[in-house]
Every structure is written in C-alpha cells, then in structure tokens.
Nanobody, 125 residues
Framework: QVQLVESGGGLVQAGASLRLSCAAS????????LGWFRQAPGKERAFVAAISWDGARTYYEDSVKGRSTISRDNAKNTVYLQIDNLKPEDTAVYYC??????????????????WGQGTQVTVSS
C-alpha cells in the first residue's frame, strides 16, 4: 500500500508558475506509474499528466501541454508537476495518483488505485 501526500498549492496570479510535489511512502516508488489529476469547481476530476516508472515517458492533457512538466525523483520518492503561465481555468484541487506498473503511462482514473488527498491551486485573474 502506498500513501501519497501532495503539497505546493496556493493562491497565485495569472501568469505565475507553481510546482506541486507529491511525496510517497510505502511500496516501491520506482515501480509505480504516477499521474496528476485535477478537479475544478463544479466539474469532474480530470487527467492532467502522467509519467512512467523510469521517467522516460510522459503524457499531458492538451490544455497544459507545452506549459507544464511532470517529473519524478525516485531517490526522494517524489513526483512533481510544474505548471507555468497559470490561468484562472487551472484553478482546481490537484491530486496525485499511483499505479503499480513498469509498462506504459495511464490517463484513466480507473487505472490508479492509490490517491492523495489533494492540494488546492487557485489562480486569480
């Protein structure tokens, strides 16, 4: 069983950057595919980005592609999501999730059995 704890959220102005962190404990971190999802007010939780167990493959949702970077540090058991040029529509609770696999990357929520509690990101215009 892996536990995930997100941090790094906050209130920022449009155009700013944020780097979210997700620290994992339990399990073998380097054997997990990791994903970031977000839930905006009044909307369903949606995929943002994912990274393979070795960091070699990444996948992004179209609205953040080109201005976000997902990365991981297996020595620190931590996955990161940096989003640049934040927009008000990026306002959401951001969750990290883990899937035990050394194959591929996944964008479906159903593929991830382990979830953090989320961190709030609010972008003011």
């Amino acid at each position: 069983q892996v536990q995930l704890v997100e941090s790094g959220g906050g209130l920022v102005q449009a155009g700013a950057s944020l780097r979210l962190s997700c620290a994992a404990s339990g399990g073998t971190f380097s054997s997990y595919v990791l994903g970031w999802f977000r839930q905006a007010p009044g909307k369903e939780r949606a995929f943002v980005a994912a990274i393979s167990w070795d960091g070699a493959r990444t996948y992004y949702e179209d609205s953040v592609k080109g201005r976000s970077t997902i990365s991981r540090d297996n020595a620190k058991n931590t996955v990161y999501l940096q989003i640049d040029n934040l927009k008000p529509e990026d306002t959401a609770v951001y969750y990290c999730a883990a899937h035990f696999s050394r194959m591929g990357v996944f964008r479906a929520q159903a593929d991830y059995p382990y979830w953090g509690q989320g961190t709030q990101v609010t972008v003011s215009s």
